[in-house]
């Protein structure tokens, strides 16, 4: 007799328990799936999608100015002349939350190219809403995957500045796959950078400093600009953050390093 896929069992209460026998056929369906996902891998990723509370004030910004500060990913590079309207230099800021050191640094360097990078819908929204308030031009914003876009849509040597402040420390050791900053992310991110470009990081959680210092200290093509060979002083024209403001009152210190692309 031909074995079932199956046995389906009405239990009481009209919940069903599917049972199978070690010789059973594997489900053609499961089957499918599982070249899925050896075709696909599912990427493990350095943020989860939260909805969030959003005001109708951002929400608004999101639909209003997205023409205007807004670059809708494209897995093709973009041109920064053509974005820009110009040729200067370019600093990068990934997950910039809700844009307090984007804004300062694109107010006090009106002479500079900002790209923000950023998944969270109501940061980006403060952000432009910000940006039309005070009639900033030279900042555009992604809202995507920041390895996506660094891969795909930045051209190798395009920035000469690449910021990643109080990324997400993801603090369990089950979770620590999704930290941003691992060897893979660090030899892209040094790739954007041009000849001397710098990439800057900050953050309240110690043991993700270590994991930042032994990471980029083994990168190819970066150098340490600690004089000391470890972390470097908080650079004072950084705005505080939301998340370095949130650290200060955990009492947690805060870790700066900055390398160099040779
Ligand atoms: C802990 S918050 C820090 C925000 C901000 N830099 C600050 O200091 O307040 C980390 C931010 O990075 C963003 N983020 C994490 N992974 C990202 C990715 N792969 N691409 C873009 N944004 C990302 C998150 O949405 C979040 O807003």
Redesign the pocket.
Known sequence: MRPQAYTMRRATGGSRTAQMRHDDPVPRQAVKMRQVMIQHPRAI???VT?TGRITAAQERALEEFWPHFGVDFSPAPLDLTQLFGRTVPLTV??????G??LLALAATHPERSYLG????RP?VGRLMLALHERGLANVRVVR????E?LRHQLAPGAAEEIL??????WPKKRHHKRR?LQRDFAELAASRLCSDGVLRL?TDWEPYAGQMLEVLEQTAGLRNLSTQGGFVPRPATREP????R?GERLGHGVWDLAFQRR
């Open positions: 990723r350095s943020f939260r800021e990934i997950g910039f939350g809700n307090d050191n990078i950023e998944v969270h940061g995507h995957d920041a390895v876009v990643i402040l109080f990324p997400d420390p941003l900050a953050t939301r998340f370095e949130r």
